[in-house]
Nanobody, 123 residues
Framework: QVELVESGGGWVQAGGSLTLSCAASGSYFSINAIEWWRQAPGKQRELVAGIRSSGSTNYGDSVKGRFAISRDNAANTVYLQMNSLKPEDTAVYYC?????????????????WGQGTQVTVSS
């Protein structure tokens, strides 16, 4: 399995910046992609950003131009740089890994979730 640990959350003022980290460890063959998701109280969990092993990235419409996702393969860590933060960015942020793991006699591609880190943006 893949264990993901998020860090870097906190309380910032609107317009400020914050960088989140997601460190991966465990027993897996490879990680195909890592995504950042967020969920605010009473809201559906939504995709924030994603990065594949190839380096290609994608972003949710609400954060395009403000957030940037990057990956340090040597450190098994993915970062989410958040700029120009808005109160509506307040949420628990989770990282999700799509990984190739050992299942029985073969392998399978499965998703793994971190514990989440709280981001609060004040107005």
């Amino acid at each position: 399995q893949v264990e993901l640990v998020e860090s870097g959350g906190g309380w910032v003022q609107a317009g400020g910046s914050l960088t989140l980290s997601c460190a991966a460890s465990g027993s897996y063959f490879s990680i195909n992609a890592i995504e950042w998701w967020r969920q605010a109280p009473g809201k559906q969990r939504e995709l924030v950003a994603g990065i594949r092993s190839s380096g290609s990235t994608n972003y949710g419409d609400s954060v395009k131009g403000r957030f940037a996702i990057s990956r340090d393969n040597a450190a098994n860590t993915v970062y989410l740089q958040m700029n120009s933060l808005k109160p509506e960015d307040t949420a628990v942020y989770y990282c999700n890994a799509e990984a190739v793991v050992r299942v029985g006699l073969g392998t399978d591609v499965r998703d793994f979730w971190g514990q989440g880190t709280q981001v609060t943006v004040s107005s």
